[in-house]
């Protein structure tokens, strides 16, 4: 079955760095779209960054945009976020999402979700 794993949060102090993972299993990695979406307490699910099944990329949110770097490895099935200078704002769900459109159908899978907590 499709699996979306996510790892690497935690806690760290700003201006720190975390790098998370999302390893995907039970569908053909390589040719879904992959997007990281945050969500903090008491507002939406944004989009933080994405990439096409061609590796392409995209930062959708400006206050992210030369702080976090998303990448993909379709040997291993794994997409990359990598976060540096982070806020106290970045604090928030960090989830997985592969996507993909075929014959007028939409795929569309979420990880669980990592924590990712930034504090003094």
């Known amino acids: 079955q499709v699996q979306l794993v996510e790892s690497g949060g935690g806690l760290v102090q700003p201006g720190g760095s975390l790098r998370l993972s999302c390893a995907a299993s039970g569908f053909t990695f390589s040719t879904y779209a992959m997007s990281w979406y945050r969500q903090a307490p008491g507002k939406k699910r944004e989009l933080v960054a994405g990439?096409?099944?061609?590796?392409?990329?995209?930062n959708y949110t400006d206050s992210m945009k030369g702080r976090f770097t998303i990448s993909r490895d379709n040997a291993k099935n794994t997409v990359y976020l990598q976060m540096n200078s982070l806020k106290p704002e970045d604090t928030a769900v960090y989830y997985c999402?592969?996507?993909?459109?075929?014959?007028?159908?939409?795929?569309?899978?979420w990880g669980q979700g990592t924590q990712v907590t930034v504090s003094s």
């Open positions: 999402n592969a996507r993909r459109l075929r014959f007028g159908l939409t795929y569309d899978y």
């Open positions: 990439l096409t099944s061609a590796g392409g990329s995209t």
